[in-house]
């Protein structure tokens, strides 16, 4: 390559070489940018935010507990209460997502076999009344039967809070229990002592035709 030649390819690789710094200079500055960019970060203060206002929400929900639940002893006998705290045995979800369900079981000292179905809130069970949980009264009977001269027994219908109907009871030999109803077969694992629960929006709440246990 001459001389001549040389010298007219110069003001090319100048340009290409101002290009290429022009072009480093913007990569920097870019970089740069996407540091410092305050609506960057507000985006992401503001989605820290919604998340801790969701967390304090459902933690607001959970705390809201109203007064106990008196018990009535016109409906409920006392012979029926239980000695000592009821242990849950089994839960079932609610239909329109609120706070779970559970059936408790416990043995009365007349040898009666019980379930006690409410609201779970961390354990204590209870009912939804006017958007707020209501514990049970300590000492709240629940519904009984004796295992000892039956295979099982179950209970059906309102449970005390509106909207919502249950199905409910013990076995005396675990396994699955398979209810046949006008709406079509439901089938639940029991639990500790032979417990089950199903629960239903009252609107669609199914009437019981039959039932067996699958050991």
């Known amino acids: 390559m001459s001389a001549q030649d040389r010298a007219a390819m110069l003001p090319a690789l100048h340009d290409v070489g101002d290009q290429l710094h022009a072009a480093a200079r913007r990569d920097v500055a870019a970089r740069r940018r996407r540091r410092r960019d305050p609506r960057r970060r507000l985006v992401l203060v503001l989605a820290a935010l919604l998340v801790l206002a969701a967390a304090a929400a459902g933690t607001a929900e959970l705390l809201s507990t109203g ?33 779970p369900w559970s059936a408790a079981v ?8 019980c379930v006690l179905v409410g609201r779970d809130d961390g354990g204590r069970l209870g009912l939804v009344r006017d958007g707020r949980f209501r514990p049970y009264q300590a000492g709240r ?40 109803t006008d709406a079509g077969t439901f ?10 629960l199903f629960v239903f929006d009252t609107a669609k709440a199914p009437r019981v035709r039959g039932w067996h246990t699958i050991h």
């Open 187 to 196: 089938r639940a694992r029991t639990g500790a002592g032979g417990a089950f």
């Open 141 to 180: 009977p629940g519904f009984c039967g004796r295992l000892d001269l039956s295979p099982g027994f179950f209970a059906e219908g309102g449970i005390g809070e509106p909207g919502r109907s249950i199905i409910a009871g013990r076995v005396r030999k675990g396994g699955t229990v398979v209810f046949e």
């Open 106 to 113: 416990y043995t009365t000292r007349t040898g009666h076999d």
């Open 67 to 99: 007064e106990p639940l008196p018990t009535q002893p016109d409906r409920m006998p006392r012979k029926y209460a239980p000695a000592a705290r009821p242990a849950v045995a089994v839960s079932a979800a609610d239909p329109a997502g609120g706070l």
